[in-house]
């Protein structure tokens, strides 16, 4: 499916229903935008990953600005202000009015922004595998993780050579130092599913990347926030997520580290990851009776 929105039309999917009957009521459940990262990957990165949260809420797949199956737009309109506003944008286009924002990665940078800039319109925030660690301590893990050549590998891509050498090196020696769990089939099948847009990763690692600073204001985060990490995470790593969580409200914030789990909470430990979405839910947005 399709929306327009200003100069774009942004594709999107849904699974789980909304309304659901109990007793004699119609009992409305939470809606969940999914942000996938990247950036310029798409909504397929969560499937099947998330498809068990249908189970108690109704979740929404966008493919962002410049990703997916969405218009490209043009390199001006990539910038973490552009998606967030469109997050708003598109929740105003499908009436969805109290959206819980759940972003992995560099989503979770826009739905993070997006939470700040619209503080009104965002019912919570769930952010898995998004808190970006020190270079150092992502080096020093992706040496941990994959040796010397991994680490060496990691600083040149991080610090923006732009080589078909370093690209190469970093797809077959990082990328899989991302996940902790056994290779195989589906995780071949996942990577060949993603409509990537190319020139949205290379604008990120040689723009955007360097333009992020609404860490240092998580302060003005209005609603509840749950924040996932992966204990191997060589890129989102588990200390700056306690770093972070330590700044937000405690009594709004939730924070879980998984063990044995590498980047993306949902993919790569989705029992669990599925276990906290749901507590989250129920505690800070749970389903209510349809209003008269």
């Given at each position: ?80 202000e552009r998606w967030a506003d469109d997050v708003a944008d598109f929740c105003d286009a499908l ?50 993780l994959g040796g010397l050549a991994a680490r060496e590998t990691a600083r040149r891509y991080w ?41 949205v990763l290379e604008h990120f690692r040689h723009v955007l990347a360097a333009r992020f600073d ?79």
């Amino acid at each position: 499916m399709r929306v327009s929105i200003g100069d774009v039309s942004l594709f999107f999917d849904v699974e789980g229903c909304r309304l659901v009957p109990e007793g004699p009521a119609m009992v409305e459940r939470p809606v969940v935008v999914a942000l996938h990262g990247g950036p310029g990957a798409d909504h397929s990165l969560f499937k099947p990953a998330l498809s068990a949260a249908a189970e108690f809420a109704q979740v929404v797949y966008l493919d962002q600005r410049g990703s997916g199956r969405s218009d490209r737009s043009s390199p001006e309109h990539w910038t973490w202000e552009r998606w967030a506003d469109d997050v708003a944008d598109f929740c105003d286009a499908l009436g969805i009015a109290d959206p819980v924002l759940l972003g992995t990665s560099s989503g979770g940078w826009v739905a993070l922004l997006a939470a700040l800039r619209h503080p009104a319109r965002v019912a919570g925030l769930v952010l898995d595998s998004v808190i970006p660690g020190a270079t150092e301590e992502r080096l020093e893990i992706m040496e941990r993780l994959g040796g010397l050549a991994a680490r060496e590998t990691a600083r040149r891509y991080w610090a923006g050579e732009d080589t078909d050498e370093v690209r190469r090196a970093w797809r077959e020696t990082c990328l899989p130092l991302y996940s902790r769990r056994p290779g195989g089939a589906e995780t071949e099948h996942t990577l060949r599913r993603i409509r990537w847009n190319e020139d949205v990763l290379e604008h990120f690692r040689h723009v955007l990347a360097a333009r992020f600073d609404h860490f240092d204001r998580p302060e003005g985060l209005a609603c509840p926030a749950l924040l996932l990490a992966g204990e191997h995470d060589p890129v989102a790593t588990a200390s700056a997520a306690r770093r972070f969580a330590a700044r937000l409200p405690a009594a709004r914030t939730r924070l879980h580290v998984l063990p044995a789990t590498g980047h993306g909470a949902f993919r790569e430990n989705p029992a669990l990851a599925h276990g906290h979405l749901r507590d989250f839910l129920q505690e800070f947005t749970p389903a209510r009776p349809e209003p008269a």
